[in-house]
């Protein structure tokens, strides 16, 4: 059954019209709604709703196995869309983080210092990271703490043919 702790997603990018479905089935597999505890109605709702995703489209989902939507963010990897996961720490398995995945299929994740909260980094992560300023390390930890992933943009459908 796996270790299971509350997570968020929010995603961006150019969606052609032809993955719209498989999108909404990789949505409905994660059991994700637009906030905690919620679900869609139905997928008019849900498509609805990602039309509508402006800055990102955000979606929330509790009792999640190790925090990860491993189909949805397959689905996000493969179609070039970017996004932001965060996940909930399990007692002393592992932390709370955030990642951040790129349209060009980059990752990046960072620690955060409470369930929900900010981007931090501890002392292994600095010797690693090697911030020359402490301007350099704000920035870091901004990015984290601030990213969007930008609008969801779903291509409008092919006109049928006569």
């Known amino acids: 059954m796996g270790n299971r702790v509350s997570a968020s997603i929010v995603i961006g990018g150019s969606a ?3 993955i719209l479905d498989a999108l909404c089935e990789a949505i409905e597999d994660e059991r994700l709604g637009p906030d905690w505890g919620d679900n869609f109605g139905s997928r008019d709702e849900l498509v609805a709703y990602l039309r509508a995703g402006i800055d990102g ?3 929330y989902g509790t009792e999640v196995n190790s925090g990860e939507f491993e189909t ?3 689905f996000c990897a493969e179609h070039g869309l970017a996004y932001r ?3 909930d720490g399990y007692g002393g398995e592992w932390g709370p983080a955030t990642r951040l995945h790129h ?3 980059t990752e990046e994740t960072c620690s955060l210092d409470c369930d929900g909260g900010a981007a931090c980094v501890s002392r292994d992560d600095l010797a690693i ?3 020359a300023t402490l301007a350099e390390l704000q920035a870091y930890l901004e ?4 990213f969007r992933p930008g609008p969801l943009v779903i291509g409008e459908p092919a006109p049928a043919s006569a």
Do not use: E, I, T
């Open 103 to 105: 349209a060009d299929g």
């Open 143 to 146: 990015r984290f703490d601030r």
């Open 16 to 18: 052609p019209a032809h």
């Open 57 to 59: 489209v955000d979606l």
């Open 85 to 87: 996961l965060s996940y």
């Open 129 to 131: 990271l090697a911030f």
């Open 72 to 74: 949805l963010q397959a």
